[in-house]
């Protein structure tokens, strides 16, 4: 086998490993019920309006609808290798499901615990992403539909980064409020939290596993 082949080989199944951690840290802060990072919130919201399909399930939806978003702002620019999302983003829906049956035994009766799963949800998926990262394999929906834009616009990407997420914790708001008599169902502290912490989770292990890792990816 080529030094090529095995290193995408690698690359893969780190991404495939940093997906699931990244799941099981969605499903936990999805625990603590003081809401979900700010791109999953959409997902959570809908979840809990429409139960009959699971939180992993919108989550697929979701990303397909971002995904779906990159091609009509791409156009032809739009390369065939990132449909490569539509098949991790199922692959995260299901991570995630399988991390809410994982902790579903886990009782929550408290604030303070609540608050608890919430920090180490963010903890356990910024982890994940991280890995995810240092894979650089194919990028998420999410970040990839922010990267749609940047190169369309020609703005810079951390600040479309900052005012996608914004954007997904007022579209959440909105949709919970149409859905809940006007009420703030699923996007709650958690979600703000989530989003002023989880940057910061993400550089604190990249900056520790990235060498070790791309020392397995790469051989060298």
Avoid at 3 to 29: Q, S
Avoid at 143 to 150: D, I, N, Q, R, S
Wanted: charged share 15%.
């Amino acid at each position: 086998m080529e030094k090529g082949t095995k290193e995408i080989i690698k690359r893969t199944i780190f991404c495939i490993l940093g997906l699931f951690i990244a799941g099981i840290g969605v499903a936990v802060t999805k625990k603590g019920e003081l809401g979900v990072s700010p791109i999953s919130s959409v997902a959570n919201v809908l979840s809990i309006k429409y139960s009959a399909l699971t939180l992993g399930n919108w989550l697929i939806i979701w990303n397909c609808v971002l995904i779906l978003g990159q091609i009509i702002i791409l156009r032809k620019r739009f390369r065939l290798f990132q449909l490569l999302q539509i098949p991790m983003s199922f692959l995260f829906g299901y991570f995630t499901d399988f991390g809410m049956w994982l902790i579903a035994p886990i009782h929550v009766d408290t604030y303070f615990t609540r608050l608890v799963m919430v920090l180490l949800g963010i903890i356990i998926m910024g982890l994940g992403i991280s890995i995810s990262v240092i894979a650089d394999l194919i990028l998420n929906s999410g970040e990839a539909f922010v990267k749609a834009v940047a190169d369309t616009t020609h703005k810079e990407f951390g600040n479309l980064k900052i005012g996608f997420d914004v954007s997904c914790m007022m579209l959440s708001v909105v949709l919970s409020l149409i859905f809940f008599d006007f009420r703030i169902v699923g996007t709650r502290e958690g979600t703000v939290i989530a989003a002023l912490l989880t940057g910061f989770v993400i550089r604190f292990f990249t900056k520790r596993i990235r060498v070790p890792l791309e020392k397995i990816i790469v051989g060298y």
